[in-house]
C-alpha cells in the first residue's frame, strides 16, 4: 500500500494544524496505523496510533492532551489533528502501516509501510 501525507506547514506557536494521509488500497481498513516525526539530527520519534478499527488511540506523552489521531475507513484516511503547537514539534511528520498489527505501536520496527513525510515547523 502506498501512503500519501499531506498537511504540513509554517505555523506559530499555540496554532493548529491537521496532517492527512491517504492510502491508496481499501485493504487500509484493516491496518493499524501511526504518525512519527524526525526532527533535524534526531530519531525518529512515535507521535500516535490508532488500531485499525479505531477503537484505541495511543499516544506518546509529549503530545498527549494535544493531539489527536483519527482516521475514516471509507476515505482511506488517517488524521493527526494538532493544537496547541510549539517549537520542538517542528519535524518531518510521517504516517505508518502496521499491516500484521505487531503490538508495537510506539516503534518504527513494527511497521511495514511508510509514507514520504509532511514538513511542520512551529515558529516561537
Known amino acids: 500500500v502506498q501512503l500519501q501525507a499531506s498537511g504540513g506547514g509554517l505555523v506559530q506557536a499555540g496554532d493548529s494544524l491537521t496532517l492527512s494521509c491517504a492510502a491508496s488500497?481499501?485493504?487500509?481498513?484493516?491496518?493499524?496505523m501511526g504518525w512519527f516525526r524526525q526532527a533535524p539530527g534526531k530519531e525518529r520519534e512515535f507521535v500516535a496510533a490508532?488500531?485499525?478499527?479505531?477503537?484505541?488511540?495511543y499516544y506518546a506523552d509529549s503530545v498527549k492532551g494535544r493531539f489527536a489521531i483519527s482516521r475514516d475507513n471509507a476515505k482511506n484516511t488517517v488524521y493527526l489533528q494538532m493544537h496547541s503547537l510549539k517549537p520542538e514539534d517542528t519535524a518531518v511528520y510521517f504516517c505508518?502501516?502496521?499491516?500484521?498489527?505487531?503490538?508495537?505501536?510506539?516503534?518504527?520496527?513494527?511497521?511495514?509501510?511508510w509514507g514520504q513525510g509532511t514538513q511542520v515547523t512551529v515558529s516561537s
Open positions: 505508518a502501516a502496521d499491516r500484521f498489527h505487531s503490538g508495537s505501536t510506539d516503534s518504527p520496527q513494527g511497521y511495514d509501510y
Open positions: 488500497e481499501r485493504t487500509f481498513s484493516y491496518y493499524d
Open positions: 490508532i488500531t485499525w478499527s479505531g477503537s484505541r488511540r
